[in-house]
């Protein structure tokens, strides 16, 4: 499951990239044609899907933060039950030493 999302998370920055990096390499043609066209033209069509491409893998991957990631938390937290609460001790008493 996490293989899955970590491949959504590169597909995403792989289509934002490539917005990006082929959005400045058009920069001038851009120019020249802002004042003819639509905001939707033929020419800018990729954009547009790429862009929707990247909202609609940035909404799964904030999907799977809300509802897939606390259980899976959950179980790290029981497996590691005993060094957290070493931890938090630890740093009580680091700190209350630090303060005095």
């Known amino acids: ?12 920055a792989a289509a934002l990239w490539g917005a990006v990096n082929l959005g400045a ?3 001038g043609m ?3 044609d802002a004042g ?3 905001s939707i033209g033929q020419g800018n069509l ?3 899907a790429l862009g929707g491409v990247a ?4 909404l799964s991957l904030l999907r799977f933060v809300i509802f897939g990631l606390p259980s899976m938390m959950d179980g790290w937290f029981q497996q590691n039950k005993s060094w957290l ?3 938090i001790i630890g740093g009580m008493i680091y700190g209350a030493f630090y303060l005095m």
Do not use: E, P
């Not at 499951?1 to 995403?12: E, F, S």
């Not at 909202?55 to 940035?58: E, I, S, V």
């Open 46 to 48: 990729w954009l547009w």
């Open 55 to 58: 909202a609609l893998m940035t």
């Open 85 to 87: 609460y070493t931890v």
């Open 1 to 12: 499951m996490l293989m899955r999302y970590i491949m959504l998370m590169g597909a995403a």
């Open 36 to 38: 003819h066209t639509s």
């Open 30 to 32: 851009y120019l020249v």
């Open 25 to 27: 390499g058009n920069a």
